[in-house]
């Protein structure tokens, strides 16, 4: 077992883990963020993306070990003072999701993209999730909840 300490949405850890454990799975089964979800076993899906040191990671590509000393954020990380980010907000109102288990991925993966390029194209938003795969939604609301929530975080920072 190895010790790491790490801050997982805004709160501080350390906890032995075994060497080869996975980032989701440290996250899902010791500090129990089930928010964070796995969608598959071959690192395609893109449902496991948290922030590490405030990149989208497929969590289910980390491992534990590695996130020592970083800073992570889950899904569950993003709401401000009771408030969903303008980015889950987004996604409710148009309609992102369907089954919403892609949901959690899709949106840590959207706040990356949208602070990487405050104003993306419907192209840019396509390319910039094509890691976060959906079975349900056909994505067309999805790209248009990513404009909105961007749209409204660019206000934000006027
Ligand atoms: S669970 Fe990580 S990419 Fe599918
Ligand atoms: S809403 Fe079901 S997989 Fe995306």
Redesign the pocket.
């Known amino acids: 077992m190895t010790q790491i300490s790490v801050r997982v949405d805004g709160a501080s850890y350390t906890d032995e883990v075994e060497p080869r454990t996975l980032l ?1 799975h440290y996250l899902r089964e010791q500090l129990g963020k089930v928010g964070t979800v ?3 076993d ?7 993306t948290v922030h590490l040191d405030g990149e989208a990671v ?4 980390v491992l534990a070990v590695q996130a020592a000393g970083s800073e992570v954020t889950t899904i569950e990380g993003i709401a401000q003072n009771g408030s969903l980010h303008p980015m889950q907000k987004a996604f409710h109102e148009l309609h992102g999701l369907q089954c919403g288990y892609c949901t959690p991925g899709m949106i840590m993966a959207s706040i990356d993209l949208v602070g990487d390029n405050p104003d993306p194209s419907e192209h840019e938003v396509r390319e910039g999730i094509e890691g976060n795969l959906c079975r349900c939604t056909g994505y067309q609301n999805i790209v248009r909840a990513v404009q909105q929530a961007a749209a409204e975080m660019r206000g934000a920072q006027a």
């Open positions: 989701v796995v969608g598959c071959t690192s395609n899906c893109g449902a496991c497929k969590s289910c590509t």
